[in-house]
C-alpha cells in the first residue's frame, strides 16, 4: 500500500471539515448484474440526524475486474465499461454462463472516482469528500468555493 492509501485508511479528517450529508448504495443489483453499470440519480443526502437534506448526489457504478483494469490503464473506467457492455449485448444476446461462487473470502478492489460538487451552499467553504466502504474510510483533498472540481481516484 502506499503512503496515500494509508493515511486514506486512517480516516484522519481535517480541522474545519463540514459536513454536508450522507448516502448509502447498496451494491446488490450490480453484483447480480455485474457487467451492466449501476446508475444513481438525484440520491437525497441525509443529515447528522437521518433527515433528508436539500443535497443530491448522483453516481455511476461499475464492477471491474483486475482483466478491465489493465486493459483501461488512464481511460476512463465507466465509459470502457458501458462500450464492453453494449457489444457483449449485440455479440450474445440472452446467453450468460454461470460460474459456480466460491466460498472462500476473496478480496476486492473498489475504486471511486470523484469529479465535482455543483452549487453548493454557504460562504468560505472548504467541501471534501468522504467515502467509506466496508470500515475503510477515504476522502478527497479540500477545495474553496462553491464548484469544487476534484477529479480524484481513490
Same mark, same amino acid.
Given at each position: 500500500m502506499s503512503r496515500k492509501e494509508l493515511k486514506w #485508511?486512517?480516516?484522519? +479528517?481535517?480541522?474545519?471539515?463540514?459536513? &454536508?450529508?450522507?448516502? +448509502?448504495?447498496?451494491?446488490?443489483?450490480?453484483?447480480?448484474?455485474?457487467?451492466? &453499470? #449501476?446508475?444513481v440519480k438525484d440520491l437525497t443526502l441525509l443529515n447528522h440526524s437521518m433527515r433528508p437534506t436539500d443535497c443530491t448526489v448522483t453516481l455511476q457504478v461499475a464492477h471491474m475486474t483486475k482483466r478491465d483494469i489493465e486493459k483501461t490503464g488512464d481511460e476512463d473506467l465507466l465509459g470502457i465499461t458501458a462500450r464492453e457492455v453494449a457489444t457483449q449485448k449485440l455479440v450474445v444476446p440472452g446467453s450468460t454462463a454461470h460460474r459456480a461462487l466460491s466460498s472462500k473470502p476473496q478480496h476486492f478492489q473498489v475504486r471511486v472516482k470523484v469529479f465535482e460538487a455543483r452549487q453548493l451552499l454557504g460562504n468560505n467553504i472548504k467541501p471534501v469528500v468522504k467515502v467509506s466502504i466496508g470500515g475503510h474510510q477515504q476522502q478527497t483533498r479540500i477545495k474553496m468555493g462553491n464548484n469544487p472540481f476534484f477529479n480524484e481516484v481513490g
Open positions: #485508511l486512517k480516516g484522519m +479528517t481535517p480541522y474545519g471539515m463540514r459536513f &454536508i450529508g450522507l448516502a +448509502t448504495v447498496l451494491l446488490k443489483p450490480l453484483m447480480k448484474h455485474p457487467h451492466e &453499470i #449501476l446508475f
